[in-house]
């Protein structure tokens, strides 16, 4: 009898740590799908420009990098749906302000060789879709105005998250993407002795943005 009964014990003990094991593991789960399910925030979006910026960075002859920030710019932003994927996304540049830390190179910058800030003040950008790839990930398309030619670009955006602060719900994006400049007449070109481009005719650019609920 005593044989027995600790058969009985050691069989509960045995059903009780297989029991707790599968709850445990099923409140993981449903905390992991819980996470998964997340609602993003909804709403319209303007943005913080002391804590945004808007970069750009070229080839210098062929063999090192010069970079650049743009330092007057303002965005917005709409969504409905809490995925993002219907968000409207509007964005301007005071090609102006550009700033490379050399006044000689800021000053053909902005003449006809490139800007022409004269004529064409302004860079706009006005989004066409807002596609979820997965994770933080998302596709911006939209048409990226220089100049007087409009041609449509894709950013890689990366979500970096919501928090509120300082009064108001905040969320930051950063997005990157790769221009040809010779599609929008920034069309200065010249060589090098050794047949490259001075500077290069893709631009890389880097947005960084932080966005408040109106």
Known sequence: MKKNTVYFILAAGVLFVAASAFKTKTVANNESTTKAVAKLP????????????????????????????????????????????????????????????????????????????????????????????????????GNLTIRDVTKPVIFDVTYGGTVTAMGAERLGFKAKTTINRFDYNLKWDKATEAGGLVVSKEVEIAVNVELKKS
């Open 42 to 141: 909804m709403g319209k979006w303007v943005l913080d420009k002391a804590h945004s910026n808007v970069k750009f960075t070229i080839t210098h002859l062929v063999v090192s990098e010069v970079e650049g920030t743009f330092k007057l710019f303002d965005g917005s932003m709409e969504n409905t749906k809490s995925d993002f994927s219907d968000a409207k996304i509007s964005f301007t540049v005071d090609v102006n302000s550009v700033n490379t830390d050399n006044d000689y190179r800021d000053k053909h910058l902005k003449s006809d060789d490139f800007f022409n800030t004269d004529k064409y003040p302004s860079m706009k950008f006005e989004s066409t879709s807002f596609t979820p790839q997965g994770g933080n990930k998302y596709k911006l398309a």
